[in-house]
């Protein structure tokens, strides 16, 4: 090594010694009450609130058996597509391209989402078209560019299957005999776009559509027991939060960091739809994002409307027990375009980003509400949504910022098939 | 005579933008503001919690309005509940309707509330929720038949700042 290289050597290793001292100097600003008041609204992230409608939402048995059915092919058409296909474990239980692939080489007809505080929703997919995580479980099911199976297939599975069955009876109790094909065909549901298996559903009689039915949701409420389990908590945001009164310091949230959290309760106005410790209001706004492919999606509006005729919903037969806002909400007027305001916990894990998926980075997102190019010059909520023209320093820090929202990573556990179940 | 509909602003709180994003979860009556009396100061102590919330008195003072949340203060995003009051009960003034809206926002809640009657001028209400901080006016929709003027509806308005 030259003298000049090892000068520069040398020089490299002092910088490299300020960075690191500066990352872990924590806290360099000096936060107001009133900017604490709001830091602190955002943690720490609780348990996940109680599921009325699932009376199986926190028992280990069930969430054994749903992380098995989670993660098993034979629950979709062609044995190719589990959930965890698109809810990758490896990719925050969500997809990293902008729409997911079903059965068949499918393309899902929006983004993803992650799975993760799933359970911290008050209503599920992004136009909220089902109010319980068990009832949004059944539809992907049956989707056909998403596993493309039908209720009475799956059921006839899981029936035949020693170790579905033994998974499912140990949670659920002895499966109904479904064996006379006659009354129980191998292929039925009331699906629209598939008249052969509407057909067959139609002939069924009541009552044994509602022994199929029972199967069916028993499963997904076991899927279900499992997704509460995937639980993003413990960030350096949340250690940053617990400290920012005493000015302790708190490796892993940087100065960079710090001006963005103050930018994100601040001037940026994240905090109004992003709001609270899971960084989500739960409900639907319009961002006037440019649509895809320039295709109309009606988002809430649409959502709304099947959500209150969905026999599935927590109101009907198959729940036990009403979610509340289901009794009062309706499909406004305003709600078409509107879609839910995405969680942000583990946000750097899972791109790309928006319903959509047409971001790929956070810093594509970003410079979206910064610049809001593209967008028409009225819309619904640009009382809520103005124009930031922030500084690239300014963007820095808000990504340097949602950096710090990734948790403690899940149990390695939960990020693939258990071993089958043995009744 | 056609019915008539008139707004009135029951409440009055001091913001600017900053300040209603960065102040306290109040809510209070214009009375106090107009008396001059300063604004009550949300129950964080150990005294008990005042009886209403906000309270409005008509024009000729034949009626007043009176309301409470369960739980109080009104929660950010989440549901709570209602208890009103018309004094002195009258069959002749009732409330018709409840609804909530973000000035500021432009948009109202996205659930709808249930209004109940539950007899002698009291209402019980299911189904409120603020989802985000802000400027919220509460609305009370009051329908009243006197001799004088017939059928009036009478919006009665309450202002809650939530941070």
């Not at chain 1, 983004?111 to 539809?139: C, E, I, K, M």
């Not at chain 1, 940053?240 to 103050?262: C, I």
């Not at chain 2, 005042?50 to 409005?56: L, S, V, Y």
Request: with cysteine; aromatic share 8%.
């Amino acid at each position: 090594m030259s003298a000049k290289t090892r000068v520069s050597a040398i020089a490299k290793l002092v910088v490299v010694a300020i960075t690191s001292s500066a990352a872990v100097s924590a806290i360099a600003l000096d936060f107001t009450e009133a900017e604490i008041r709001l830091i602190r609204q955002h943690t720490p992230l609780g348990q996940p609130p109680p599921d009325p409608s699932n009376r199986w939402a926190d028992d280990p048995a069930a969430a054994r058996f749903g992380q098995y059915l989670f993660f098993d092919t034979r629950l979709s058409d062609r044995n190719d597509v589990s959930c965890a296909t698109c809810h990758d474990p490896r990719r925050g239980f969500a997809t990293g391209t902008a729409r997911g692939t079903g059965t068949g080489g499918h393309e899902t007809a929006r983004h993803v989402p992650t799975l993760l505080n799933n359970a911290y929703n008050r209503w599920f997919f992004w136009d909220g078209r089902a109010d319980s995580a068990w009832s949004q479980a059944t539809q992907p099911l049956e989707n056909p560019s998403e596993q493309a199976g039908d209720r009475l297939q799956i059921a006839h599975r899981v029936s035949r299957i020693a170790e579905l069955r033994a998974g499912y009876e140990a949670v659920f109790g002895k499966l109904p005999d479904l064996s006379d094909t006659r009354r129980f065909p191998e292929h039925a549901a009331p699906m629209p776009h598939d008249s052969a298996r509407a057909r067959a559903w139609g002939a069924m009689s009541a009552a044994d559509q509602q022994v199929v039915d029972r199967v069916f949701t028993n499963l997904t409420k076991a899927i279900a027991a499992f997704e509460r389990k995937l639980v993003s908590r413990d960030s350096a945001f949340d250690r940053f939060a617990a400290a920012v009164g005493s000015r302790e310091p708190v490796d892993g949230f940087s100065e960079s960091a710090q001006r963005g959290l103050r930018l994100f309760i601040g001037r940026g106005n994240c905090r109004l739809c992003h709001s609270g410790p899971n960084f989500s209001d739960g409900e639907f706004h319009d961002t006037a994002l440019p649509r895809a492919g320039g295709l109309r999606d009606t988002g809430r509006w649409g959502g709304t409307r099947r959500l209150l005729a969905d026999p599935f919903n927590s109101a009907g037969p198959y729940s036990d027990g009403v979610r509340p806002p289901l009794r009062f909400v309706y499909a406004r007027q305003d709600s078409s375009g509107q879609f839910k305001t995405p969680t942000l916990r583990d946000v750097a894990r899972t791109a790309p980003y928006m319903h959509t998926g047409q971001f790929e980075r956070l810093r594509d997102v970003l410079r979206f509400y910064s610049t809001r190019e593209g967008i028409p010059r009225t819309h619904g909520e640009q009382g809520i949504i103005q124009r930031l023209d922030l500084s690239e320093s300014e963007l820095d820090d808000l990504e340097a910022f949602l950096q710090t929202l990734s948790g403690r990573p899940l149990p390695p556990e939960l990020s693939s098939q258990p071993a089958p179940p043995t009744g | 005579m056609p019915a008539s509909v008139q707004t009135r602003r029951a409440a009055c709180v001091a913001w600017g933008l900053p300040a209603l994003l960065l102040s306290l979860a109040l809510t209070m009556a214009l009375a106090a503001c107009d008396s001059g009396a300063p604004p009550p100061t949300p129950a964080i102590s150990d005294e008990p919690a005042p009886t209403w919330d906000g309270e409005f008195e008509s024009a000729g003072g034949q009626w007043r309005l009176r309301y409470r949340a369960d739980p109080r203060p009104i929660p950010r995003n989440a549901m709570f509940e209602l208890d009103a009051e018309i004094v002195p009960a009258d069959a002749n003034v009732r409330i018709t309707a409840v609804d909530a809206f973000m000035p500021d926002h432009r948009h109202g809640m996205t659930l709808r509330p249930h209004l109940r009657a539950l007899g002698g001028g009291r209402y019980h209400v299911d189904g409120m929720l603020f989802h985000m901080s802000g400027l919220w006016e509460l609305l009370f929709t009051v329908r009243h038949v006197s001799v004088e003027h017939g059928t009036d509806t009478e919006r009665v308005r309450f202002e809650v700042v939530l941070e």
